[in-house]
């Protein structure tokens, strides 16, 4: 999937699926992948509050437990909610964890709902957490794309530093991860 119907995707579907407001410029290359590390893996539960136009208030949990085999391949499970600020759920569901990567106190997760895990199959959640250190709440970033269930999905890990997004804290919860 070119990365102009990656985020045009992601703008669409803001708000129906767990969405985040995008501040990122298109251009027509797909996303470098990021290579997944073996040995890698993590594990949370964590919530944040969107603070952006068309989703003030929208609090988003994802709990993940994903590992990276000795052989690059991704494994796990990565759920999801979506509650608007009166606490109506409007999304969750379920992906499976593709890919990994753990470099220093940053770690990057990509997740791809699957057929059954929830009306949005091969939507793709890209998630990059920062460790707080002591005292500090980690911070996350986001990225989602298709839901396209004629298309396969990326799999492969992204960062989400080319695209300028707006980092939170994660509150409550934490994150563990390593290699």
Known sequence: MRIRTLLVAMLAGAVAAVGA????????????????????????????????????????????????????????VFRFRHALPDGHVVSEGQAEVTCVSVVGD????????????????????????????????DQIETLQAGGDPTRPAKRYCIDTAPYDLSRYPVRPGGYAFGT
């Open 21 to 76: 407001p995008v501040s990122a410029q298109a251009d027509d290359q797909d996303p470098p992948e990021v290579p997944a590390t073996p040995g890698a893996w993590i594990a949370g539960v964590g919530g944040f509050v969107y603070d952006e136009p068309g989703t003030l208030g929208h609090q988003i949990r994802f709990d993940v437990l994903g590992w990276v085999d000795r052989h690059g391949t991704g494994h796990g």
């Open 106 to 137: 940053t770690a990057l997760v990509t997740a791809v709902v699957p057929d059954g895990g929830s009306p949005m199959v091969n939507h793709v959640f890209v998630v990059k957490i920062i460790e707080g250190g002591p005292g500090r709440a």
